[in-house]
C-alpha cells in the first residue's frame, strides 16, 4: 500500500508540475502557440476572414501569407506587440457572426474580427464591440500628412456609409468587392446568344440556354433571397424612390447611397401600406424572381454550382469578385469567358420598370471591427495602431492583390488589372434596400425560409405574400418599439 | 432487531466497506466529477435556463414557465416534431431490420472465414465520418450529382428535380441518406445475438423440421428481442438528438438548415437555430428540457413493451 501511495504522490507531483505549463500553452492562444518567452507584452488576436494566412481561396493556388508577413513587420516596429492570426470554424448553414459571438460570450474573442458591420449592430448595446469614431478623425501615423484616418480611405460615401443605426462607425472597410455575371464565351458563341441588354433580354437568352441543355445562370439559396430580391426591388421601386426616401442620410454618404433606404424608412413605408399583399409593385417583384428561378440551377442549398460552371454545365454564374481569382487560376477552365453585369428592366418586363441602370448590391469587402477583448486586455492602443497599419497603402495594397479578389479601399493602393470591370461596376448606384442589412438575423432567417419555400412550390404567391407581410409587420413593430421611434417628422415630410 | 436498526446497520456495514476500499473509491472521483462537472452541471443549469430569458451577453430574467407556453404555441415546434416523427419511424425501420437481415445473411454463411469478411466489410464504413457522409450525400443530390444523372440515363430525366430545394423531396431525401442502412454496429449487434443462441435449441428446430424462415421466425427473432430492444432505444435518442445531419445537407446557405422553409426542420436542429444564431439561449434550453421528457418517455416505453418473452441467459 505504501508503495502505491508513492506513486500516488508521485503522480499528483507530475500533474503540479504539469498543469502551470498547460495553463501556460493555453494562454498563448491561436495557430501560433508558442510558449510566451519573449518580449512582447501585447498580445492582438486577429481572425482576417478570407486573408487569413495559409487560407488557399477555392483550394487553388498557394496559400495566403501576406497580411502574416506584414504582421511580422508590424512586430518588428514593436518589439511590445505580438500579431496572433486566428481561425475561424467554417460551419455550414449558420449565421453570420455566431461564431464569434460565441467566442465574445467565452471572452476569448479576438481583438479585431472580420464581420459584415450589419451583423455587428444589433449587438451594439451589449458593449461588445468599440466605436471608430474617436479615432477616424486621428491622423494615421503610418500615412505621411494625413490630417484624419478617414480621408485615408479611397471610397469616402462607402466607408462612411457604414455607419451604425446609432450614428457610429464600428468596421473599417477595408477593400471593396462587386458581383457580376462571369458568362462562357464559348457557350454563348455555340447557342448564339450575346451579353443582354434588357431584362426581356436576359430572360430570353436564359430560355434560349436552357433550350439547348445548359443550366443558364448559377444560383445560390443565399444570393437568391438576398442579391436577386435587391435587384429586381431596386428596378421596380427606383421610379417611386422620391415616395419612399423621407430620410436624407448625411450629404458625405448620400453619394454613395443616393436615396438608400434605411430601417427607419423601411418600417414607416411598411406602416404606410407599402410591401404589402395590396401593393402591387411589391407582388410584381415577387412574380418576376419566379419567373427567373426556372432558368436556374435545379438545387439551391447545392454549392457545387461553381463546379457547373467551371466544368461547362451551366452557362452563367453571378458571383462576387473573388470568384475572379478561381477563373484564373483554375487549371480545369478551358473555356473564354468574361463577365457583365444584370441588365436593366424596360417596361417590356414590367409596367413598373422604367429601364434605370441596374444598381449595385456589394460594396465593403473585408470589415474589420474591434471587440472589447481589446479593452480588457489593455491592448487597445496596440490593437487600433496595428489597423492603422495594416491601412497604410503599401500594406493594403500587399495584402489585398496577393488574393486578387478585391479592390483595395485606401487611396495610393493601386488595384489588381484584371479587377477593372468590378471597378466600373461599383461606380454605379448601390441599390435601394438591403433587407438583409435591415431587421437583423431572424428577420433574415424567416425570409429565407419562405422564400425558398415559395421557389420551390411548397407555397403559392398569395400564400407567401401573406406570410411575408405578416413577418415584415412583427419585425417593423419590434425595431420601431426597440429604437422608440416616432415618424411624425417623417409624416410632414411626406406631406400627410 | 428492529427494521430500523436493520438498516442503520446496513449502512453502518456500507460505510465501513466504502472506507476499507476508500483507495478505489478515491480513484473513482476524478471520474465522477468529470461527468459531474461536464455532462450533469451543463444539463441541469440548461433545465434551469428554460425559466428565463436569457439573451446571449445579457443578464437572465426570470419568467416562470413562458416559454414551455410558448414553445406549446410555436407552430415551428409542432412542424418540425412532425418531422421528426417521420424521421424517427423511418429511422427505426432502417435500422433494426436491413441489418436484422444483413446478419442472418451472414450468420447463415457456411464458410466461417466467409463470414468474418462479411462482418469486416460492414464495419469498414463505421469508420468514415459522419459529417464526410452527409456531404456525400449532398454531393449527390446535386444537380450534377449520381442521383440525377442516373435517372438522365435511364431515360427519367422528368423526375429529376431539386432535390433538397424541393419542399416535397426534401425530408425523403434526408431519410434516404444512409441506404442501404445496414449500419456496422447493429449488424454486429444482432449477430452477436445469433451466435449467442445455443447450438441446442437451433439443433432440436432442425430435427423438428424447422426450415429457415421458421427458424428464423420461431427461433432467432425471439431471442434478438433483446438486442432489437437496445437499438431501437438508441436508434430513438440518435434521431430525436441529432440534427446535424439536416444542418450539413440541408444548410448550405446561410442560416437555412432544416428547409425549404420548414420543410426538413426538426426540433434539435431548431434549438441551434435559436441558441447560437438568435441568441435566444433560454427558448433554447425549454426546447432542449421538452426534448428530454419526450425522450425519456419513450425510452421508459420501449423499455416496459419492449420485452423478450425469451431470454436467454447463459450459465
Known amino acids: 500500500m505504501r508503495r502505491f501511495n508513492n506513486i500516488s504522490a508521485a503522480l499528483l507531483l507530475l500533474v503540479l508540475l504539469i498543469v502551470p505549463k498547460v495553463q501556460n500553452y493555453v494562454r498563448v492562444r491561436g495557430e501560433e502557440t508558442t510558449w510566451g518567452t519573449g518580449q512582447a507584452t501585447h498580445e492582438i488576436e486577429v481572425f482576417t476572414g478570407f486573408y487569413t494566412p495559409g487560407f488557399v481561396p477555392h483550394g487553388i493556388g498557394d496559400p495566403l501569407e501576406m497580411f502574416r508577413v506584414v504582421g511580422k513587420e508590424y512586430e518588428a516596429l514593436h518589439p511590445d506587440t505580438r500579431i496572433v492570426f486566428r481561425k475561424q470554424p467554417a460551419v455550414a448553414g449558420t449565421v453570420e457572426g455566431e461564431w464569434v459571438r460565441t467566442q465574445l460570450v467565452g471572452g476569448v474573442a479576438p481583438e479585431i474580427v472580420s464581420i459584415n458591420t450589419e451583423s455587428v449592430w444589433p449587438d451594439v448595446d451589449k458593449g461588445w464591440w468599440l466605436s471608430l469614431e474617436p479615432y477616424m478623425a486621428e491622423p494615421n501615423p503610418y500615412v505621411p500628412g494625413s490630417k484624419t484616418w478617414w480621408e485615408t480611405f479611397a471610397n469616402q460615401a462607402l466607408t462612411r456609409a457604414k455607419r451604425g443605426p446609432d450614428g457610429n462607425l464600428y468596421s473599417i472597410s477595408f477593400d471593396l468587392v462587386e458581383t457580376a455575371v462571369y458568362y462562357n464565351k464559348d457557350i454563348f458563341g455555340e447557342v448564339g446568344v450575346t451579353i443582354p441588354e434588357t431584362w426581356a433580354e436576359f430572360i430570353e437568352m436564359q430560355k434560349t440556354l436552357k433550350a439547348a441543355g445548359y443550366i443558364p445562370l448559377c444560383m445560390a439559396d443565399a444570393n437568391a433571397s438576398d442579391w436577386a430580391q435587391d435587384i429586381v426591388f431596386d428596378q421596380l421601386y427606383y421610379p417611386i424612390l422620391k415616395e419612399l426616401d423621407i430620410e436624407r442620410g448625411p450629404e458625405e454618404e448620400e453619394e454613395y447611397l443616393r436615396g438608400y433606404l434605411f430601417p427607419k424608412e423601411l418600417c414607416y413605408n411598411i406602416k404606410r401600406g407599402y410591401f404589402s399583399p395590396e401593393d402591387e409593385r411589391y407582388r410584381e417583384m415577387w412574380r418576376l424572381l419566379k419567373e427567373w428561378r426556372q432558368y436556374w440551377n435545379l438545387d439551391l442549398v447545392n454549392t457545387d454550382r461553381i463546379r457547373l460552371f467551371v466544368t461547362g454545365r451551366a452557362a452563367m454564374l453571378w458571383d462576387g469578385s473573388y470568384f475572379i481569382r478561381r477563373m484564373r487560376n483554375d487549371p480545369y477552365v478551358d473555356f473564354e469567358w468574361g463577365v457583365f453585369y444584370l441588365p436593366p428592366m424596360t417596361e417590356e418586363t414590367s409596367p413598373f420598370a422604367t429601364g434605370v441602370e441596374a444598381a449595385v448590391i456589394g460594396g465593403a469587402g473585408l470589415q474589420l471591427s474591434v471587440t472589447k477583448r481589446a479593452i480588457d486586455d489593455g491592448d487597445l492602443d496596440q490593437t487600433i495602431d496595428f489597423l492603422r497599419f495594416i491601412t497604410a497603402p503599401h500594406n493594403c495594397e500587399r495584402i489585398v492583390n496577393e488574393a486578387g479578389m478585391f479592390i483595395p479601399n485606401v487611396k495610393g493602393a493601386k488595384m489588381a488589372p484584371h479587377l477593372k470591370p468590378f471597378a466600373e461596376i461599383i461606380k454605379r448606384r448601390y441599390c435601394t434596400v438591403k433587407w438583409m442589412f435591415s431587421f437583423g438575423p431572424e428577420f433574415n432567417d424567416y425570409m429565407r425560409r419562405t422564400f425558398a419555400l415559395y421557389l420551390g412550390g411548397g407555397i403559392e404567391l398569395d400564400s407567401f405574400m401573406r406570410l411575408h407581410h405578416e413577418h415584415l409587420q412583427e419585425s417593423a413593430d419590434y425595431l420601431i418599439g426597440k429604437e422608440g421611434w416616432d415618424f411624425t417628422e417623417f409624416d410632414k415630410a411626406a406631406g400627410q | ?315
Open chain 2, 1 to 315: 432487531m428492529s427494521p430500523t436498526s436493520g438498516r442503520a446497520s446496513e449502512r453502518l456495514g456500507l460505510a465501513e466497506r466504502m472506507w476499507k476500499n476508500r483507495l478505489l473509491y478515491l480513484c473513482l472521483v476524478p471520474t465522477f466529477t468529470l461527468l459531474l462537472i461536464f455532462n450533469y452541471y451543463p444539463a441541469l443549469s440548461a433545465f434551469q435556463k428554460a425559466f428565463y430569458r436569457y439573451d446571449v451577453g445579457t443578464k437572465a430574467e426570470f419568467i416562470g414557465l413562458s416559454h414551455l407556453l410558448r414553445l406549446v404555441r410555436d407552430p415551428v415546434i409542432w412542424k418540425s416534431a412532425g418531422n421528426l416523427l417521420k424521421l424517427g419511424l423511418f429511422g427505426l425501420a432502417a435500422g433494426l431490420i436491413p441489418p436484422l437481415i444483413a446478419a442472418e445473411l451472414i450468420f447463415h454463411l457456411r464458410s466461417e472465414r466467409w463470414r468474418y469478411y462479411s462482418r469486416v466489410i460492414f464495419v469498414i464504413p463505421m469508420v468514415v465520418p459522419g459529417v464526410a457522409i452527409s456531404l456525400i450525400w449532398r454531393f449527390m443530390y446535386g444537380d450534377a450529382g449520381p442521383v440525377s444523372a442516373f435517372l438522365e440515363l435511364i431515360g427519367a430525366e422528368s423526375l429529376i428535380r431539386g432535390w433538397l430545394s424541393d419542399p416535397h423531396t426534401v425530408l425523403y431525401a434526408i431519410m434516404f441518406v444512409g441506404f442501404p442502412f445496414i449500419t456496422g454496429l447493429n449488424l454486429l449487434i444482432y449477430y452477436s445475438g445469433l451466435a449467442n443462441i445455443p447450438d441446442s435449441i437451433l439443433d432440436a428446430a432442425k430435427i423438428d423440421g424447422a426450415g429457415i424462415l421458421s427458424t428464423i421466425f420461431r427461433v432467432h427473432l425471439p431471442f434478438l428481442m433483446s438486442p432489437a430492444r437496445i437499438l431501437s432505444i438508441m436508434t430513438v435518442i440518435a434521431v430525436v438528438q441529432g440534427f446535424e445531419r439536416i444542418l450539413i445537407i440541408t444548410g448550405a446557405g446561410e442560416g437555412t438548415g432544416g428547409g425549404p422553409g420548414y420543410a426538413s426542420m426538426v426540433p434539435g436542429l431548431y434549438m441551434y437555430y435559436q441558441a447560437f444564431s438568435f441568441k435566444r439561449m433560454g427558448y433554447a434550453c425549454a426546447i432542449g428540457l421538452a426534448m428530454f421528457v419526450v425522450l425519456l418517455v419513450i425510452t421508459m416505453l420501449q423499455m416496459k413493451y419492449m420485452r423478450s418473452e425469451t431470454e436467454y441467459v447463459p450459465e
